[in-house]
């Protein structure tokens, strides 16, 4: 049976990551799409896949996994073989891309939450920023970023010389720096961190995403 993601066309946080993992493995799937403003992902049923109500859900032939982070690594070691090697098959390979995937989920996504919240959040609803907040925030995220530029001045990705699902973790959230005018993951002031930031945004599973949104391959 082909692979379900229940979630929306919509390429932002989890489900967006989902998306760019199943695009760069070649994963055949389907797209069930979850309309979250008659919150459909609130029914008895859809609890069922999901207890907290959320997206993404993947569904593989009764295998239902939600956690968009736990998705990429499962559909990276299913589909190892197949599509751009997202997971290094050694040991230390493999602890060093989990190292890397730790401090996304610790260090870098709560840092860069804080300030989407109070800037382009804010905005979105119309209600007033608090600048102080956007500052503060921009520091904090500001000196996590210090610490990747001297990483990304010895390997050219998060966990080594290759591209792994702890650098397509990255993508959940930041994009939207830049869409609320926020320039900090390209900043003249970490050329190694934009000299990253900058490929990850052009690879071309990332590119087709964005123009056309989430779609399923197989209806
Ligand atoms: N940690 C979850 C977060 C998923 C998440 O926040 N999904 C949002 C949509 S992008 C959602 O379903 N929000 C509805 C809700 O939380 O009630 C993951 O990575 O899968």
Request: a neutral charge; aromatic letters at 8%; glycine letters at 6%.
């Amino acid at each position: 049976m082909v692979l379900k993601l229940y979630a929306t066309s919509t390429v932002s946080s989890g489900k967006g990551i989902v998306a760019l993992v199943l695009a760069e493995k070649q994963i055949p799937f389907q797209l069930v799409l979850v309309d979250m403003g008659a919150k459909e992902h609130k029914t008895p049923e859809y609890l069922t896949k999901h207890p907290f109500g959320q997206v993404p859900v993947i569904d593989d032939d009764g295998f239902i996994l939600y956690e968009s982070r736990a998705i990429c690594r499962y559909l990276a070691e299913k589909y190892a073989d197949q599509g751009t090697a997202l997971l290094p098959k050694s040991l230390k390979e493999r602890a060093l891309v989990e190292q890397a995937a730790s401090v996304e989920l610790a260090n870098f996504f709560p840092a860069v939450m804080k300030i989407l919240k109070e800037s382009v959040g804010k905005a979105r609803r119309g209600l007033p920023i608090d600048q102080a907040l956007v500052d503060e925030s921009l520091a904090e995220l500001s000196a996590k970023l210090d610490v990747y530029e001297v990483i990304l001045g010895k390997q050219k990705y998060l966990a080594g010389d290759d591209f792994t699902i702890a650098d397509v973790f990255h993508y959940a959230v930041a994009p939207f720096l830049a869409e609320g005018g926020i320039d900090i993951m390209t900043s003249k002031e970490r050329p190694n961190v934009a000299r990253w930031w900058n490929e990850l945004i052009s690879r071309p599973a990332w590119v087709k995403l964005r123009a056309e949104g989430i779609k399923g391959t197989i209806n």
